[in-house]
């Protein structure tokens, strides 16, 4: 399927209806952390850009975080793919330092029991219904990783009908197999994501 062209300026102006969903932008998933994806750290201006244009149109900013417990089921000893991250009350688990989370902003935690995980900001979340009580139609998604939680929460927020735009430069990919965040995008769009990036929506808002 070919991929939608890059919207036009007035398609991204922001309006009510609009919210933005940053995605797992936590520490243990920066370089340097315990499941650290490359250039994750210059997510945060990109970010903070978007989260300022939200908050100052009075729209809602949603931010997901993993929130795990010790034994989680995710974790190499239990079986899981991933080395310990992330884990409810640590360090690692805290927002990365300098992200802007603006007055209001509703921090959604995901993955918090022991025997399910979860990828998506919505499953076992009740985003969809909180975003729906919000008059929300559109998402603008960034954050981390493309080719894991962001992939999924895009996906289901467009099984549950929202229109999305994936901010495409601010997002990056685990690339645990090579290509793995192309891919991810690639099936993003083929799905339904519209492209977009922040400098667009920053035009757009002028």
Known sequence: MPVDPAPQPDTLRLRAGDALLVVDMQRDFLPGGALGVAGGDTLVPLLNVCTRLFAARALPCVFSRDWHPPDHISFAARGGPWPPHCVAGTPGAAFADGLELPAGAYVLSKADTRDADAYSAFQDTGLAGWLRRHGCRRLFV????????????????????????????????VEASPGDGARAIAEMHARGARPASV????????
């Open 199 to 206: 400098a667009q929506l920053a035009d757009a808002a002028r």
């Open 142 to 173: 960034g954050g981390l990783a493309s080719d894991y939680c962001v992939r999924a929460s895009v996906l289901d927020a467009l099984a549950e009908g929202f229109e999305v735009c994936l901010l495409g430069d601010a997002v990056r990919a």
